[in-house]
């Protein structure tokens, strides 16, 4: 009698990216609504970077329900608004600026933390949402395997995978990037958040750190580490766009020039870690059965992925509601062409809601592919 082969490990892997993540409660809503009514979380391995560090955290508490935690979470990003995130005065503003040019240009280390943005009313807001007694207790109930929180380390240069799960789940270890087991806390999320230049660092142990999406080489490695078979990645990157014929450029702001290396971060290694993906499995099948059989350490495997992202560009859609920003913030975005900045901070329900809505469309255009991921072989 022929040995049944174990059910996939499915994975769900969340990028990062500021307000932009509430494009993946619209997919996940959109997940929900397409299995059946009272589902547990269908997902093993939930990672996330970044803002989908939040939204993973708040899958894997809710686990025992999909469709209610998905609910809660919409709430919450329906509901947002910029104070919920940040300090808004304006003197509060100017003095963090202040702090983060001098210590720039003296180019050497303060005590006091240098960013632009105070974000402590995001860590109350994670208090009330986020539950982690509820992750342990739906780990050890067998609804979840593992959570993992990837932040990026400011002395090591390193990204951190920090995962709470099962056990027999080991440590990792890879050029750049590593994966710790530990207690999650809300501490990781608020360094998994920390937007560099934006959002304070924050320490944890010996090292401090900051968005998790920074120097993340490979967003997918951490479900692939933690023993995912299936992949399903929601991105939050904004399509790009070359310049009309005739369009006369200006030298630009020290704003969009901070845009553009975080819209690096954010968009380059998500988009280019699911096609390196993509030509791994299809390199799979050609290795001979007896060199896959010697190099079994290597743990040689087809691992089924679906990607799903945004169908038009958030940075133009943050450029809509501009007028919608905190006087305090326009100081600093002072017009709509920093749109990558205004994508990420624009914690406004105006703009989280149409992402939401978004997402939710995208995912149900893909509703075949997303029946078929979730179908048992």
Known sequence: ???????????????????????????????????????????????????????????????????????????????????????????GLISNASNWVFSFLSN??????????????????????????????????????????????????????FYQGVAGLKNWEHPHRIGIRTQLTIKHLMASTAIPTLFPAVRINREYFGDGAIRQLAPLSPAIQLGADR?????????????????????????????????????????????????????????????????RVLHLRNIDLLDITPSENLNDIASDYFDSLPRALKLFVRDAGSSTVLSLLMFEKCYTSRLIELGYNDAMEKEQEILAFFRED
């Open 1 to 91: 009698m022929q040995d049944s082969q174990p059910p996939a490990k499915k994975a769900l892997v969340l990028s990062g990216g500021g307000a932009r993540g509430a494009y993946q409660v619209g997919v996940l809503r959109a997940i929900a609504n397409l299995l059946p009514h009272q589902s547990p979380n269908p997902f093993q391995i939930i990672t996330g970077a970044s803002a989908g560090s939040l939204n993973a955290a708040a899958v894997a508490s809710s686990a025992q329900r999909l469709r209610t935690g998905v609910r809660a979470l919409e709430y919450v990003w329906k509901n947002i608004s910029s104070e919920q995130v940040y300090r808004l005065d304006s003197s």
């Open 108 to 161: 050497r280390r303060r005590n006091t933390p240098t960013s632009l943005l105070d974000n402590a009313p995001l860590e109350a807001l994670l208090e009330k949402v986020i539950k982690f007694d509820r992750v342990t207790r739906n780990i050890e109930r067998g609804f979840i395997q593992a959570l993992a929180v990837t932040a990026s380390g400011y002395s090591s240069g390193e990204s951190v995978s």
């Open 231 to 295: 992949i399903l990645a929601i991105g939050v990157s904004s399509k790009s766009r070359r310049p009309e014929k005739g369009f006369e450029p200006t030298h630009p702001s020290l704003t969009q020039i901070l845009a553009h290396i975080l819209n690096s971060a954010f968009v380059d290694t998500m988009t280019n870690d699911i096609e390196i993906l993509r030509r791994y499995n299809r390199m799979v099948p050609l290795i001979p059965p007896e060199l896959a059989a010697k190099e």
